[in-house]
């Protein structure tokens, strides 16, 4: 899958929870407005910085995008990385660690050079395990 997609589908997420805490926000000025009897101007102003607050809020709190960091979706793969190099280790735990670290760097390069994660984790994972005991 491309990573546009997963960013596409995070900011779209992101847009929609700022909208909806934007209109809670805007709800609960407007309702306190009503109840303190307040002129149309002021309430109109309270409305304008309870949904600019709110905003400004939702997106401080929301994280990075899923393609911000290479080392984030290598690390989601990890547990499928660790499969394929014991699968290639036989048994040798510190042969274990180097091809987990060589498939990671070679998972890293490929991502950041193409742009995207093959749909099938494993299989991909298990080539890049064959490239990594080869050099």
Request: some cysteine; aromatic content about 4%.
């Amino acid at each position: 899958m491309r990573l546009w997609v997963d960013d596409f589908k995070f900011h779209l997420a992101k847009g929609l929870r700022c909208a909806g805490i934007a209109l809670a926000a805007v709800a609960w000025a407007s309702v306190l407005g009503a109840e303190a009897q307040q002129s149309a101007d002021v309430r109109t102003l309270g409305l304008t910085v309870s949904a600019i607050v709110a905003v400004v809020i939702a997106q401080l709190f929301t994280g990075l995008p899923p393609s911000a960091s290479v080392i984030g979706i290598v690390r989601s793969m990890e547990r499928d990385i660790v499969t394929a190099a014991r699968e290639r280790a036989g048994g040798d735990s510190q042969r274990l660690q180097e091809l987990v670290a060589r498939i990671s760097s070679v998972a890293a390069v490929r991502i950041s050079r193409t742009g995207k994660v093959p749909s099938d984790r494993r299989a991909w994972l298990r080539a890049l395990a064959g490239l990594a005991t080869q050099g």
